[in-house]
């Protein structure tokens, strides 16, 4: 029979320390809070990633994790089924590549230099909603994090969804690291802001999500419909308006958002809608 020890306090418990839950770690345990951060594996371990991240990440984490960046992207090359290839070359970067298991590892780290305790190869086996808090059992212990009641989408009871856990990933490209980072961001900020007025709710993160990411992917989904759907047709134009490519970059960088962006790539474009229109039509 299992006998589990006395239960342990904390402010926050964070499940997983992928880059949301070490990032929302690292920001809390800087502010003061007591937080334990749960992972089922052992870092560094190695993760299925392409490990793109777009150079808008330098708006939110410190120089730092530029320790672990592999390889820094100026440009891209675009084909259609593998022919008719073109680069568009930038003299910024415009992404970094990262091995996971070094960039996670280095987020750990460093909410571990922070003041986080952190339990490797722990995976939690069951959680319940506390009157006062929630409770999070494992093999090897049960800890309580104790939070006003909320209920609300991306809140769970007392829990905040971040990350892939949130479904945070571009519609357009699938890059998921700057999203998870940024949700950990925004989730830390709603417990402190919390935490330092009870007035406060942690639906604001809800808020701030949907303001910030949410918005930004109705614009992307909007684009990945037409790009997916008629690849051939937008290839031909990436080579038409390589200005509209360069402005894209400009989201990558962090200098346009996608909403910015639609905005002025359908001034920028010359074609008229039936044009594109008949000429989807042909190539469909």
């Known amino acids: 029979m299992l006998i589990l020890s006395d239960v342990k306090a904390y402010d926050a418990l964070v499940v997983g320390m992928g880059p949301a839950g070490a990032t929302a770690a690292y920001q809390l345990s800087k502010a003061g809070l007591s937080v334990l951060g749960l992972d089922k594996a052992t870092h560094p371990r190695y993760k299925v990633c392409g490990g793109g991240l777009s150079a808008r990440i330098d ?141 406060r709710s942690l639906a604001d993160y809800e808020e701030a999500v949907r303001r910030e990411i949410y918005e930004e992917f109705r614009v992307a989904a909007r684009m990945a419909s037409i790009v997916y759907s008629y690849p051939r047709l937008c290839h031909r134009l990436l080579s038409r308006y390589q200005s509209i490519v360069k402005l894209y970059y400009d989201v990558l960088r962090g200098r346009e958002t996608y909403q910015t962006f639609y905005v002025r790539a359908k001034g920028m474009a010359k074609a008229s809608a039936k044009e594109l229109l008949l000429e989807a039509i042909s190539l469909r």
């Open 59 to 199: 708006h939110i984490l410190e120089d730092d994790y530029k320790s672990v960046v592999e390889h820094t992207v100026y440009g891209i090359q675009f084909s259609y089924r593998g022919a008719d290839p073109f680069c568009l070359d930038s003299s910024s970067p415009i992404a970094y590549m990262v091995m996971r298991d070094r960039f996670d590892h280095f987020l750990l780290e460093k909410a571990k230099r922070a003041g986080s305790e952190v339990h490797e190869s722990e995976p939690v086996t069951s959680c319940r909603q506390l009157p006062d808090g929630i409770e999070v059992i494992t093999d090897r212990g049960r800890y309580l994090a104790k939070v006003d009641r909320e209920s609300v989408g991306l809140v769970s009871g007392q829990a905040l969804l971040v990350g892939d856990a949130a479904h945070l990933i571009d519609p357009l490209f699938g890059e998921g690291i700057y999203y998870a980072v940024r949700s950990g961001q925004l989730a830390a900020e709603s417990i402190l802001n919390q935490a330092h007025d009870r007035r």
